[in-house]
C-alpha cells in the first residue's frame, strides 16, 4: 500500500459518513459520464475486508438488495487491505487495543453486534491473511467464498476469534463447504497476487475506504456509494444504471428467510420482513425458547442461527 495509508486510520470507521478509510483521496459520490444506459444487468464491484466494522453494518441492505434485485446485479468482492500490520500510528490508535472501545461504539450505531473485546483478547496483527483466504476461496467457488466471508465476519465480530490465523481461516472454510487442502495450496500462491490484483485496482479506481461499491453498467456508466447508508442509497444506484431492473418479490415470513440466510441478526430479519426492529428481536427470541433457532448472545447483541436437523 502507499505511504497515503497513513495519513487516516483505517481501523477508525467514521460513523457520520459510514467509512473505514484508508486514505485522503476524494472521489465524486456520482460519475461525471452521461451516457444513457442500456445495459439489462448492472455490475456491483464492492470494495471491502474481512475486519471492516462499516461492512458488517451494510450486511442487511446487501441481503435486502439480493432478494429484491439478485436477477438484475451481479455483484464483485474486492478485497482492500484495510490493516496491512501496526506500523503506524494515527487517528488515535497505535496498538490493537485502541479498537476495542471504537469498535463497541460503531457496533451501537450499525445495530449490528461487535465485540470489541477481539482487540484486548486475541488482536490480529493484519486483516491481509483473512483477505487472501477469500481470494483462494473465490478461486473454488464464488457462491462458497460469500459464505466463507460471512463466516469469517461472524468469527471475527461475535465470537472474538482472530480470523489472521489459519485454525479460524480452516474452520471458516470447512463450514461452508470448501476444500481446506485447496484453500491452503491457493492461499500460499496464487491468491496472493489476486490479492494485489485487487489492491492495484483499487487505487487505479480511487478507492479510500470501505464499503465501497462502484455500479456499473455495460458502457462503463458508473454510479459510486461510499461507505454505510440507508437502502434506497443502492437501489437508487442500480436504477439510474437500468430503470427498468425490476424490483422482486419475495416471500416474508421467517422460515424462508432463513432458508436463504441461515444466520440473520435482528437489525437484518428487521430489514428483510418488514417488521419493526423490536418486534422482530421479539419474534426471533420465541423462535429461540421454542428450540428452532439457536441465539447467539454478545456483550452488543445477538445473532440468530437456524438449528440444523
Not at 415470513?253 to 428487521?270: C, G, N, Q
Amino acid at each position: 500500500m502507499s505511504t497515503e495509508t497513513n495519513k487516516v486510520n483505517p481501523l477508525l470507521c467514521d460513523i457520520e459518513t459510514g467509512m473505514c478509510e484508508i486514505g485522503s483521496e476524494t472521489t465524486d459520490n456520482t460519475t461525471k459520464n452521461t451516457q444513457q444506459s442500456t445495459a439489462k444487468r448492472v455490475k456491483l464491484v464492492y470494495y471491502t475486508d474481512p475486519i471492516c466494522s462499516s461492512c458488517w453494518g451494510i450486511e442487511p441492505q446487501l441481503r435486502k438488495l439480493k432478494l429484491e434485485y439478485g436477477d438484475a446485479i451481479d455483484i464483485d468482492y474486492r478485497m482492500g487491505g484495510l490493516l496491512p500490520d501496526w506500523s503506524y500510528n494515527s487517528g488515535g490508535i497505535g496498538k490493537p487495543s485502541d479498537v476495542a472501545t471504537h469498535w463497541d461504539e460503531v457496533s451501537a450505531y450499525y445495530d449490528m453486534p461487535i465485540d470489541g473485546d477481539l482487540w484486548l483478547e486475541d488482536p490480529l496483527d493484519s486483516s491481509y491473511p483473512p483477505s487472501i483466504a477469500f481470494k483462494a476461496a473465490q478461486m473454488q467457488d464464488e457462491e462458497k467464498a460469500v459464505l466463507f466471508m460471512r463466516e469469517m465476519r461472524e468469527m471475527v465480530f461475535l465470537n472474538k476469534k482472530n480470523i489472521a490465523k489459519w485454525e479460524h481461516i480452516a474452520n471458516a472454510a470447512r463450514n461452508v463447504g470448501l476444500n481446506v487442502d485447496q484453500l491452503k495450496s491457493d492461499f500460499e500462491n496464487d491468491a496472493k497476487k489476486r490479492f494485489e490484483e485487487d489492491l492495484q485496482l483499487g487505487r487505479t479506481l480511487g478507492v479510500r475506504g470501505f464499503p465501497t461499491i462502484f455500479f456499473f453498467d455495460e458502457n462503463g456508466t458508473k454510479e459510486t456509494v461510499h461507505g454505510s447508508k440507508p437502502y434506497a442509497f443502492y437501489e437508487m444506484a442500480i436504477l439510474k444504471l437500468n430503470p427498468n431492473a425490476v424490483k422482486k418479490e419475495y416471500r416474508k415470513d421467517w422460515e424462508t428467510l432463513f432458508a436463504k440466510y441461515p444466520s440473520l441478526t435482528a437489525k437484518e430479519f428487521s430489514e428483510l420482513s418488514g417488521n419493526p426492529r423490536v418486534e422482530s428481536e421479539k419474534m426471533l427470541n420465541e423462535l429461540s425458547n421454542k428450540g428452532i433457532l439457536d441465539k447467539v448472545t454478545t456483550k452488543n447483541g445477538s445473532m440468530w442461527k437456524i438449528l440444523k436437523s
